[in-house]
């Protein structure tokens, strides 16, 4: 799934069935005729519409079946316990710290993690992700990586801010907590409408 400029998204889930649709060179409507699983049922599970975790164990086997893979394959996606964004953001902080600049940008990007996050509806880790590699790119005057330049588009419908900000704002009643805290943002995150400061400083 690739996104039109300027375009803004909503945290979401879905199962991403349409990976394994291009791996194989299957249309929906072919898999539809192939397993017997109507194509509605097809179309909502890969546009998010329906969670594959939900069908039946008929419809489960009979996908697996057309797909040639095991129904533990088909659902392993959805299955992946999502972690809290607090939490993600300090692991690839501590990845950066523990890998080092450019070797992390060089798994990152061999991982395609980015595009992957990005197509599983994970917007927030996507965007987050990005932005760590662009922005540590360009602290060491590296160019940027062309494949995702359809999500340096992208950004979140609503602004993210850090917990502890979050905390403090609602715990004094001030805005301004939130204001100051995106005038330091790095505007690498800001651009997908994360606010960001500090990403070297971690324990």
Sequence with gaps: MHTASGQTFSEGNKMYLNDLLEQKNITKYRLSKTSGVPYTTISEITTGKSNIKNCTGDTLYKLAKALDVTIEELLAESMIKRPSFENFKSA???????????????????????????????????FYTLAMVDYISSENNLPLSEEYDDIRQARLHETVYPAGILVMSSFSGDERYKHECVSEAIPEFMRHNIVESEIRNVY
């Design 92 to 126: 690839v902080c501590h990845k950066v710290k523990r890998l080092g600049d450019l070797r992390f940008i060089i798994e990152t990007l061999k991982s395609n993690e980015i595009r992957k996050y990005f197509d599983m509806q994970w917007f927030l880790e996507s």
